[in-house]
């Protein structure tokens, strides 16, 4: 399992979708491989590289925006309010 961030990663969970989805999946047991893009819409001189930074990201899901979580059978969930719900209907087996 992969969760594609920005470089938020798991800071201010309640103020930030990365972080927010990084902390669903903590709160249901998940382990995962944190994976960071660059490439900020809100900060302008890396625009330039977003293309680049995003093409996985753009691969994987169809579109450029993080975070996306990668599950070990490949399906795709986008979106920091999707992925807390998908995490919280299927907690980690104990």
Do not use: F, N
């Not at 920005?6 to 103020?15: D, E, I, T």
């Not at 998940?30 to 302008?44: A, C, D, F, Q, S």
Request: glycine share 10%; charged share 25%.
């Amino acid at each position: 399992m992969e969760l594609y961030t920005c470089g938020q990663k798991k800071s201010v969970p309640a103020l930030h979708p990365c972080g927010r989805a990084a902390k669903a999946l903590d709160d249901a047991g998940y382990r995962y491989e944190l994976k960071t893009v660059g490439g900020y819409r809100m900060m302008p001189w890396t625009w330039s590289k977003r293309a680049r930074d995003r093409a996985e990201i753009e691969r994987l899901s169809g579109q450029r925006q993080v975070p996306i979580l990668v599950l070990d059978d490949g399906d795709v969930i986008s979106g920091s309010g999707s992925i807390a719900a998908w995490a919280k209907k299927h907690p980690a087996s104990t």
